[in-house]
C-alpha cells in the first residue's frame, strides 16, 4: 500500500547510474574465482556445475542468504566485496508469507550496498529473476528501480510452453539472445496454470543457468566433467 509507495518515492529520488556498463573482459591469467551474493535462492549447485565454484572448496565464494530484513549494509560490507548478486521471487504456488514485491525491493536495497564505489573498473554483474508472479505494477516498479525492461526466458518443450521466468541483468548477452518470443497472453495463462496446478513450485535456476555462462570471459573457472552435460 502507501507505505510502499512513499518508499518508492524516495528509491526513485537516487541520481540514476548507466545499467548497462561495459566492463573490459579480463584476461586468462588474471582471471579470479566469482564471489557471489544469492538471495532467497541458493545457486550453488548451478555455479559448481558450470566450474565456477570448485565443488567441495571453500565455501567462502559463495554466500546464502534466505531472510535479508535485518541485513544492513555494514553485513554486506563485511561478507564481500562480490562480484555478482543474484536474487529472485520464489516460484507460483510457494506458500509465502511476503508479498512478490518484497523481493525486488530488498534486491535492490542490498544490491546498492554490494555494488562496487562509482567509477570502480572492477566488473560487478547483478541478475534479478521474476517466477510470474510480480503483477503488472510490480513490474513497472521493477523495471524503473533496475533501469531496464526485463528479458523474458521460457523453457518451451514439444511446442508447448511448460515454464518461463522474467529477467533483468547486467551480464553481457543475455539481452542480445534470441529467446523464443511469448506473447503476455501465453505468460499469464502459465502463471494462472502453475497457480492451480499441484507440481511441487521449483525454483527457476535451470532456466537461467546458461545466463552465468557469459560470466566465463570475467572470471576464473574451473572445468568440470559436468559442464559437458550441457
Keep these: 500500500g502507501s507505505?510502499?509507495?512513499?518508499?518508492?518515492?524516495?528509491?526513485?529520488?537516487?541520481?540514476?547510474?548507466?545499467?548497462l556498463e561495459m566492463f573490459e573482459t579480463v584476461p586468462v591469467w588474471r582471471r579470479q574465482p566469482v564471489r557471489v551474493l544469492s538471495l532467497f535462492e541458493d545457486i550453488k549447485k548451478e555455479l559448481t556445475?558450470?566450474?565456477?565454484?570448485?565443488?567441495?572448496?571453500?565455501?567462502?565464494?559463495?554466500?546464502?542468504?534466505?531472510?535479508?530484513?535485518?541485513?544492513?549494509?555494514?553485513?554486506?560490507?563485511?561478507?564481500?566485496?562480490?562480484?555478482l548478486v543474484y536474487g529472485a521471487t520464489p516460484p507460483l504456488?510457494?506458500?509465502?508469507?511476503?508479498?512478490?514485491?518484497?523481493?525486488?525491493f530488498q534486491f535492490h536495497r542490498?544490491?546498492?550496498y554490494a555494488r562496487p564505489k562509482p567509477g570502480s573498473p572492477r566488473p560487478f554483474f547483478w541478475m534479478f529473476?521474476?517466477?510470474l508472479v510480480l503483477n503488472k505494477e510490480d513490474l513497472d516498479v521493477a523495471s524503473r528501480f533496475l533501469e531496464m525492461e526485463p528479458v523474458t526466458i521460457p523453457d518451451v518443450h514439444g511446442g508447448s510452453l511448460q515454464n518461463a521466468v522474467r529477467v533483468w541483468s547486467n551480464i553481457p548477452a543475455i539481452r542480445s539472445r534470441h529467446w523464443?518470443?511469448?506473447?503476455?497472453?501465453?505468460?499469464?495463462?502459465?502463471?494462472?496454470?502453475?497457480?492451480?496446478?499441484?507440481?511441487?513450485?521449483?525454483?527457476?535456476?535451470?532456466?537461467?543457468?546458461?545466463?552465468?555462462?557469459?560470466?566465463?570471459e570475467y572470471f576464473k573457472y574451473f572445468s568440470t566433467e559436468l559442464t559437458s552435460s550441457l
Aim: with cysteine; aromatic share 10%; hydrophobic share 35%.
Design 93 to 104: 504456488g510457494h506458500t509465502c508469507d511476503r508479498p512478490p514485491s518484497w523481493y525486488l
Design 129 to 131: 529473476v521474476d517466477n
Design 110 to 112: 542490498l544490491l546498492q
Design 49 to 83: 556445475s558450470l566450474g565456477f565454484l570448485e565443488s567441495g572448496s571453500d565455501p567462502g565464494q559463495l554466500k546464502h542468504v534466505v531472510d535479508v530484513t535485518d541485513t544492513v549494509r555494514k553485513d554486506v560490507e563485511e561478507w564481500g566485496p562480490f562480484d
Design 3 to 19: 507505505m510502499w509507495r512513499s518508499q518508492l518515492k524516495a528509491f526513485y529520488d537516487r541520481e540514476s547510474e548507466n545499467p
Design 180 to 216: 523464443a518470443l511469448v506473447s503476455e497472453e501465453e505468460l499469464s495463462l502459465l502463471a494462472q496454470n502453475k497457480q492451480s496446478s499441484k507440481l511441487a513450485a521449483k525454483w527457476p535456476t535451470k532456466l537461467v543457468k546458461n545466463c552465468f555462462l557469459p560470466l566465463r
